[in-house]
């Protein structure tokens, strides 16, 4: 316990916070900062943005606080702070960097595809945004990468969803989500297997529909085979999309459709 004591009187931290001049509580943030105490830099450095504000220190305290929220986890308000300094000082060396930093904390902030993709539209956003104003930055390999990533987030997402309504025997709605996907991801890998369950939704529909309904639905079933072979003439499914096919001429016989 005296020892504990005794550190706690050496600690300089709680006299500065308490009653240093905001000089020296200056230059005590900028000191914690750089040996990367940002858990003591930061609640310094947050009283002086206000203080600083207008001034020649204004611009590296906001710069470090931004940095201290990044470093202690809080990418959210790390990345709110990064654009405040973007658009503060459009003309500092530092934009550029902070700009990239603010979009690199949404991507952080990006939860697994099986959560709501709110804030990995909002990266992919943000990222977007960088890319196009600094087409020419040493950063853009890296933040087209990372696009990458969200965006396979994204048609994972979509897939998964789509194959749920197909799993789950809610055929409408399959449709409605495969064709949404083959439409939003054509270059997908998982694009050959959600048009594949479209034609197999679009069978299944058919023969749980009500009578009145099935010849236009087998009809909507040839439809999509077609367009499916047309663009997967090689696929993996393409024996057994082909015995849907049959099968759905077998009907069309049945029902007598003529075109």
């Excluded at 006299?15 to 005590?28: F, L, N, W």
């Excluded at 600083?52 to 929220?69: H, I, S, W």
């Excluded at 987030?153 to 709605?173: G, R, V, W």
């Excluded at 024996?239 to 016989?253: C, G, N, S, T, V």
């Amino acid at each position: 316990m005296a020892m504990l004591l005794l550190l706690a009187a050496c600690d300089p931290y709680p006299k500065m916070v308490r009653k240093a001049s905001i000089e020296m509580k200056y230059q005590y943030a900028i000191e914690a900062y750089e040996k990367k105490e940002y858990a003591r830099a930061l609640p310094i450095l947050e009283e002086l943005i206000t203080i600083y504000r207008g001034t020649a220190n204004a611009e590296k305290v906001l710069y470090y606080y931004a940095y201290c929220n990044y470093n202690t986890g809080d990418h959210i308000l790390a990345a709110y702070h990064f654009k405040s300094f973007a658009k503060t000082y459009p003309s500092s060396p530092k934009v550029e960097e902070c700009s990239y930093m603010a979009a690199y904390c949404y991507y952080l902030n990006s939860p697994v595809y099986s959560l709501d993709q709110a804030d990995t539209r909002l990266a992919i956003k943000e990222l977007q945004t960088f890319i196009n104003t600094y087409p020419k930055s040493t950063r853009l390999e890296e933040a087209n990468s990372i696009m990458s990533k969200l965006r396979f987030k994204l048609e994972l997402k979509a897939s998964e969803i789509a194959k749920q309504y197909f799993n789950t025997s809610n055929y409408k709605a399959a449709i409605v989500a495969l064709a949404n996907f083959a439409k939003d991801y054509p270059d997908s890998k998982f694009v050959e297997e959600c048009n594949f369950l479209l034609v197999k939704s679009h069978y299944l529909l058919t023969v749980n529909s009500i009578e009145v309904k099935k010849p236009e639905r087998i009809k909507s079933t040839l439809e999509s085979y077609n367009k499916f072979i047309d663009k997967f003439p090689q696929s993996t499914y393409l024996k057994d999309a082909q015995a849907i096919y049959e099968q759905a001429l077998r009907l069309k016989d049945k029902y007598k459709i003529t075109t």
